[in-house]
């Protein structure tokens, strides 16, 4: 119940629907019980002549009850107009009872509706937020195929769960309960011996939709594995289609297609048992009406149904086990929607390792240094960084250098406060990162990495991503000082050229420049520059470099190098390898210290 009412909350507010619905689908259910109840005088006026005697109609019982008060009103009404006039007033007024059930029947379902489209706004809003939120290191951990699977299939069907409950606790109990009333009004003998079944039946279905939650939650952590498997395959094809893995590929996403489909099988067929059970247990209670209701009226006692009374009774039943069997698939829905709303919940309660302190401050400008004092960082139990020194001073250029797996893109992440090191301290302008927001502190920085991410959009939304209210002028300013306003006029529409995903439209050293593009848009004071150009071309090399150095003129800068030609003007080089800094100094002073930097060069210069 805590789920439900967790996920209840996100229709709020609840009552601007709730309230409507509740009575719009109360009309709808009374006019739709009221049509069957009327057949009872129905066929009374069609059968007076043959079968039944009509009661003295100047004589008034006074009575509440609906049936007999309508009785009493046909009687009346054969009487004065006659019997063909009267059934032509009967059939108007049955219509007219049907027209309003239905016109209710839809402001109902409508309401209920927009309740959908609310609720899933709502979650669907609140579990993207949070992911949004959540610090960068908690995507190294989860599968993408997982969070998507939550943010769009799970929340899908909470939805269902939320709305699926007003039916449960209002629409159908209360459609049973006015078939109930309808029953008792014609014979309360018969109705209290036909409402044996619906105990019966509702503890046979319990029974049947009772492992539904279990096979439910099971069901959407395979659909999460499956689309995984799905993003995998479409971002890694080229791989794939390189080691000739296509049919490999192919078997493991068949493998984890055939458990999701055998499992929603068996789910769909223990949900469709409900309603034949139900179904059946309700036809062998007609049967028994039909021969205990048949035998009060062969009986002639003087409280025995009429004829016409008793085909109303059979149609009225006959509509009792629909609510019943509704109620039946409403709680196998709740069932599936609680296990994929716990799934949901979790993502929502997953909390930044990363929060702004209440009393953090915000910093506008970078005037003095950036220092990282005796700082280390670990994945899990392994040390990546080990007491890490450093000031980069304001307008200085700081490169990083050595083998991989050394420690230099932790480093660089932590700059950005991508993660919080583990012990140590950092400060910019000697206010130390957790006094500062987040926010503030990335705003004093541009990043450009080695894998140049685009967006599928154009060129121009993609360089004025750091800066969403830039003029048109200042994009083509950013483009030439990153090498890329002449290709780009060449493209198809220009700035307007569609990059494709992941700007896969366009080549590696055309991608990197609209990224540096960017960078030098947002116009940051500090800019941090990881491997930028270790991926590409040396004609594209050239042309990023380039860019690069427009980029970095008059700037602090934080470069990783992996061509170490490119950084032989750097004003200080640190050379970090197995999480510690090993060695220091300016190009020239490194290569006379001949050094791990010296074996490096060397080793490029061979290679």
């Known amino acids: 119940m805590k789920t439900y009412f967790r996920l209840l909350s996100f229709a709020k507010p609840i009552e601007k629907f709730a309230i409507p619905y509740v009575i719009t689908t109360f009309l709808a259910v009374f006019f739709g019980v009221l ?68 016109i209710f029947k839809y402001f109902s379902q409508r309401i209920m509706e927009d309740l959908r489209v609310h609720t899933l706004l709502n979650l669907r809003k609140t579990v993207f937020n949070n992911v949004m939120n959540l610090h960068v290191g908690y995507f190294n951990n989860e599968r993408k195929g997982d969070i998507i699977s939550k943010v769009s299939s799970d929340v899908q069907v909470v ?13 159908e109990p209360l459609t049973l309960i006015f078939y109930v009333i309808a029953l008792l009004m014609i014979s309360v003998k018969l109705t209290l011996f036909s409402l044996m079944v619906i105990p019966v039946s509702a503890f046979i279905i319990s029974k049947i939709v009772k492992r539904l939650k279990r096979q439910a939650k099971e069901s959407h952590e395979s659909f999460a594995k499956m689309i995984g498997s799905l993003d995998e395959a479409l971002g890694g094809i080229k791989i794939i289609k390189a080691f000739n893995a296509t049919q490999r590929i192919k078997d493991k996403f068949h493998a984890e297609n055939v458990f999701y489909s055998n499992l929603n099988r068996k789910m769909v067929r223990r949900q469709q048992l409900g309603s034949p059970v139900s179904e059946f247990l309700g036809v062998v209670m007609v049967t028994f009406i039909v021969w205990y209701g048949g035998s009060l009226i062969l009986s002639k006692q003087p409280d025995a149904l009429s004829v016409g009374q008793f085909i109303a009774y059979i149609a009225l039943f006959s509509q009792v086990m629909r609510p019943a069997k509704a109620l039946t698939d ?37 005037q003095n240094s950036l220092v990282l004092e005796n700082v280390s960082f670990s994945y899990g139990n392994k040390d990546v960084l080990k007491n890490i020194n450093l000031v980069v001073e304001k307008g200085k250029t700081i490169a990083l250098v050595g083998p991989s797996g050394g420690g230099k893109s932790t480093l660089m992440d932590l700059i950005p406060r991508f993660h919080d090191p583990k012990s140590g301290t950092i400060k910019i302008d000697g206010h130390p990162y957790t006094d500062l927001t987040i926010e503030s502190i990335r705003s004093q920085m541009g990043l450009v990495n080695q894998e140049s991410l685009l967006f599928n959009d154009t060129i121009f939304n993609n360089i004025a991503f750091s800066k969403p209210e830039a003029t048109p002028e200042e994009v083509v300013a950013a483009a030439k000082i990153a090498n890329a306003h002449e290709f780009i006029l060449q493209s198809e529409n220009g700035y307007d050229t569609f990059v494709g995903d992941r700007g896969n439209r366009l080549s590696g050293g055309q991608r990197q420049r609209i990224c540096i593009a960017r960078a030098v848009l947002s116009n940051p004071p500090i800019m941090l520059l990881d491997e930028a150009t270790s991926a590409l071309d040396t004609e594209s090399e050239k042309l990023v470099q380039d860019a690069l150095n427009k980029l970095t003129q008059n700037r602090t ?37 001949n050094g791990l930097y010296n074996k490096l060069i060397q080793l490029q210069t061979f290679s």
């Open 35 to 102: 049509n069957l109840t009327l057949l009872s005088p129905l066929f009374s006026v069609m059968m007076s002549k043959t079968t039944e005697k009509l009661p003295d109609p100047t004589k008034t019982t006074h009575s509440f009850d609906l049936i007999t008060r309508f009785e009493e009103f046909v009687n009346y009404s054969v009487a004065t107009y006659g019997e063909q006039p009267t059934l032509g007033y009967i059939c108007l007024i049955i219509l007219c009872s049907v027209l309003l059930s239905n």
């Open 330 to 366: 409403s709680f196998a829905g709740i069932h599936s929607g609680i296990a994929a709303g716990e799934r949901v919940l979790e993502l929502i309660d997953t909390k930044s390792e990363q929060v702004n302190k209440p009393d953090a401050t915000t910093i506008n400008s970078f």
């Open 557 to 593: 800068s934080i470069v990783i190098a992996h061509r170490l030609s490119t950084i032989h003007g750097a004003d200080l080089i640190l050379v970090i390898d197995k999480g510690q800094i090993v060695e220091k100094g300016t190009h020239r002073e490194l290569v006379d210290h």
């Open 159 to 171: 939805q269902f769960t939320v709305t699926n409950t007003l039916q449960v606790v209002f629409k």
